[in-house]
């Protein structure tokens, strides 16, 4: 069973920065693609950011050139550095894997961690 579990959110004003961590149990290198993200309320959850095995990565339209995921082999992480912060970024961030086994598709998702931008 895979488990994630993210740690990073809080409270920031308009412009600051935040980091977030998706710790994997177990080696991240099983998992195609790991990815992040949120859902604001009353909204559907959305796509933020995601990166695959080879370190291509891809982005939402609304987080390009201030958000930037990337990933630690070492120690079974995923992160997502959120810089220039916008009141519109506030949300629960959810951190995703997904990985293929006897040609059957496979995701988890962890427990969420709130963000919440002021302005």
């Known amino acids: 069973q895979v488990q994630l579990v993210e740690s990073g959110g809080g409270l920031v004003q308009a412009g600051g920065s935040l980091r977030l961590s998706c710790a994997a149990s177990?080696?991240?290198?099983?998992?195609?693609?790991m990815g992040w993200y949120r859902q604001a309320p009353g909204k559907q959850r959305e796509l933020v950011a995601t990166i695959v095995n080879s370190g291509r990565t891809n982005y939402a339209d609304s987080v390009k050139g201030r958000f930037t995921i990337s990933r630690d082999n070492a120690k079974n992480t995923v992160y997502l550095q959120m810089n220039s912060l916008k009141p519109e970024d506030t949300g629960v961030y959810y951190c995703?894997?997904?990985?293929?086994?006897?040609?059957?598709?496979?995701?988890?998702w962890g427990q969420g961690t709130q963000v919440t931008v002021s302005s």
């Open positions: 995703n894997a997904a990985w293929t086994s006897d040609y059957r598709s496979f995701s988890s």
């Open positions: 177990g080696s991240i290198f099983r998992f195609n693609t």
